[in-house]
Each structure stands twice: as structure tokens, then as C-alpha cells.
């Protein structure tokens, strides 16, 4: 913080999301944070960050899952579940 007011605290270098996107995440983070269970912090995930996060993206017109990057990545995640079942 500078003698001219607040600064705005940049996204970590490594964050995936950008400032918009961590600003419709940020408004579930205290709920997220206060929850004492795995099933509760599942729970917002799936029932309140998740559906704000794809209307976000629905609004920008950027459609998670579509493309040749995204098709990649399902493949690798899909090989890669079917080898650590066969190993177990």
C-alpha cells in the first residue's frame, strides 16, 4: 500500500484464473474457507462457485471445453485414470 491510497493486489504468477474470474470466485471464498468439512467444501464448490464460474464464462461467450486444448487435456486425464485404476 502506497501513501495514495489502497494498491491492488496482483493474481500469484502461477493463479489459473485471471481478475475477473478470481472476482467471481472471491465472493464465495470466506463461505468456502469457514467450512469444516470435505463434504461441506465439495458441497460449495459444486452448488455455488462452479455455477458462478460457468456463468461467468457463458457471459463472456468463452465456453469451457470446447477446443483442441481442452480435447487434450480429457484424453491425457482419461488415459491417466485408467492407468492408476490398473495399478490398484
Request: glycine fraction near 8%; avoid cysteine.
Given at each position: 500500500?502506497?501513501?495514495?491510497?489502497?494498491?491492488?493486489?496482483?493474481?500469484?504468477?502461477?493463479?489459473?484464473?485471471?481478475?475477473?474470474?478470481?472476482?467471481?470466485?472471491?465472493?464465495?471464498?470466506?463461505?468456502?474457507?469457514?467450512?469444516?468439512?470435505?463434504?461441506?467444501?465439495?458441497?460449495?464448490?459444486?452448488?455455488?462457485?462452479?455455477?458462478?464460474?460457468?456463468?461467468?464464462?457463458?457471459s463472456?461467450?468463452?465456453?469451457?471445453?470446447?477446443?483442441d486444448?481442452?480435447?487434450?487435456?480429457?484424453?491425457?486425464?482419461?488415459?491417466f485414470?485408467?492407468?492408476s485404476?490398473?495399478?490398484?
Amino acid at each position: 500500500m502506497n501513501s495514495t491510497g489502497p494498491s491492488t493486489r496482483l493474481p500469484r504468477k502461477d493463479s489459473k484464473y485471471n481478475r475477473a474470474e478470481l472476482k467471481v470466485i472471491g465472493k464465495y471464498k470466506e463461505e468456502y474457507i469457514s467450512e469444516t468439512t470435505k463434504a461441506g467444501r465439495v458441497f460449495n464448490l459444486r452448488n455455488q462457485i462452479l455455477p458462478a464460474m460457468f456463468t461467468y464464462w457463458k457471459s463472456i461467450g468463452e465456453a469451457p471445453g470446447e477446443g483442441d486444448e481442452s480435447r487434450t487435456r480429457a484424453k491425457v486425464s482419461s488415459s491417466f485414470g485408467k492407468a492408476s485404476d490398473e495399478l490398484h
